[in-house]
């Protein structure tokens, strides 16, 4: 099983829709939980990040944690074309190294 | 752009051949972080250095060794290339004690 699971998708929805991209996890000692977003032929930027449970918002952005059933979840509100992408979640415990997911490739429809 | 330099953008080359793949990390960044992308598998941990030492390992092949340079700047060596090494490479750099990296635009590998 890995540490961290991400439906691959592709999603595509209408401009202005509200995006809803998740991820489960099996290791309870993951503290730090962070969203990454690819645009085609670049490198991982970092979107949003949180610590423990609860929820961030940051503009458009909303991250959400439950550790208790080991979910994260990031929602996009009134998506833009320039949403398209594929967003990464990641996760990390105390140690050095980061677990990513598969990511989720996302299109929004003008 | 990110501050994260990596080159070359792109390689091809047969199976069997060596090639290095290098990085600088951001200005003040200590930690080089390498990644394997491929599309079934996402992103895979290599290796990771801090300011010259090994520090963490994680899915390297035996085939594949990297270093950290005085200046920062790292390298990724692959060598023995099979067809299943064809991925996307990454470098990401980040400051001690830091929650996010940097990433690189990544170096596209093609095994021919």
């Known amino acids: 099983q890995k540490e961290v699971e991400q439906d691959p998708g592709p999603l595509s929805v209408p401009e202005g829709a509200i995006v809803s991209l998740n991820c489960t996890y099996s290791n309870s000692a993951f503290q730090y939980f962070m969203w990454y977003r690819q645009y085609s032929r670049k490198g991982p930027e970092l979107l949003m990040y949180t610590y423990s449970s609860g929820n961030k918002e940051d503009g458009r952005f909303t991250a959400q944690v439950d550790k208790s059933s080991k979910y994260i979840s990031l929602f996009i509100r009134d998506s833009q074309p320039s949403d398209s992408a594929t967003y990464l979640c990641?996760?990390?415990?105390?140690?050095?190294?980061?677990?990513f997911g598969t990511g989720t490739s996302l299109t929004v429809i003008p | 752009d990110s501050g994260v330099t990596q080159t070359p953008k792109h390689l091809i080359t047969a199976t069997g051949q060596r090639v290095t793949l290098r990085c600088s990390p951001r200005?003040?960044?200590?930690?080089v972080y390498w990644y394997q992308q491929s599309l079934d598998q996402g992103l895979q941990f290599l290796i990771q250095y801090y300011n010259g030492e090994e520090r963490a390992k994680g899915n390297i092949l035996e085939r594949f060794s990297a270093q950290q340079f005085p200046d920062l700047h790292s390298e990724l060596n692959l060598s023995s290339l099979e067809l299943g090494d064809s991925a996307l490479y990454f470098c990401?750099?980040?400051?001690?004690?830091?929650?996010?990296?940097?990433f690189g635009s990544g170096t596209r590998l093609t095994v021919v």
């Open positions: 990401a750099s980040s400051v001690p004690g830091g929650l996010g990296y940097t």
């Open positions: 200005s003040g960044d200590l930690s």
């Open positions: 990641a996760m990390k415990h105390t140690g050095n190294q980061f677990y």
